[in-house]
């Protein structure tokens, strides 16, 4: 359930400890069955207390790569009061090492902030995931806008995943689903439906970063150093 749509505390009681809880030891055994490697979202408790919005890369041979802690937490209206739950994440924008590349996550809201998207292109990101859970009325707009332009800009495949249907007894919207997979030009190049549960498989060509890259030289042009006042202020 998307709980942080009330903010009651009982809803504690669903945090796990990461690797250790039962969630990413059932996870790490289905990807070294299956060989495949998965990104899981996982409530987690670092301390009594201390909560995060937590995402770990399972490798295809059972192996835990590592986890992203969510970095920017909203709280904001029809019901996204995640502040009550969640602290900012403190493991920066971490890349690992995969059966399908190097892949880098990001985590519902952060994708609003073109910030760490640029980070995650510097520590060498080649396939971004995005998992989300969001509602029409107030983000759809945004949907197919924001996450390809990261893809862009930062030359890289970006997976952007979001649920359907409307969550009872909640009911703050219509998760409108249509998540879908972006290429490093920025172009969408396969997309699941708005309002049923679908796996979407989609073949990519890594090789089309360093296609795009050698073509758009953002990385060479950038000037961090005139950069100061997104820190500063």
Not at 145 to 164: D, K, M, S, T, W
């Amino acid at each position: 359930p998307y709980f942080p749509a009330e903010q009651k505390p009982h809803w504690y009681a669903l945090t796990e400890r990461i690797p250790e809880g039962p969630t990413t030891q059932l996870m790490c055994e289905t990807a070294k069955r299956l060989g495949i490697v998965l990104i899981v979202p996982i409530y987690e408790v670092e301390n009594t207390g201390v909560y995060y919005n937590t995402a770990s890369v399972i490798d295809a041979d059972g192996t835990w790569l590592g986890k992203y802690r969510k970095s920017h937490i909203p709280h904001c209206l029809p019901g996204f009061w995640e502040k009550f739950y969640f602290r900012p994440g403190n493991l920066g924008y971490p890349v690992f090492d995969t059966a399908v590349g190097r892949i880098g996550l990001y985590i519902c809201y952060d994708r609003h902030f073109p910030e760490g998207a640029r980070c995650l292109g510097l520590n060498g990101a080649e396939i971004v995931f995005n998992p989300s859970a969001t509602v029409a009325g107030l983000s759809e707009y945004l949907w197919k806008l924001e996450q390809p332009a990261h893809a862009a800009a930062n030359g890289y495949f970006l997976a952007a995943i979001n649920r359907v249907g409307v969550e009872q007894p909640w009911a703050i919207g219509e998760f409108y689903g249509q998540s879908y997979v972006v290429d490093p030009r920025g172009q969408i190049i396969n997309t699941a439906s708005r309002d049923k549960d679908e796996v979407l498989v989609t073949d990519i060509d890594l090789d089309l970063i360093r296609e795009v890259r050698d073509t758009w030289q953002f990385y060479r042009d950038r000037r961090p150093e005139s950069y100061g006042a997104i820190t500063a202020l």
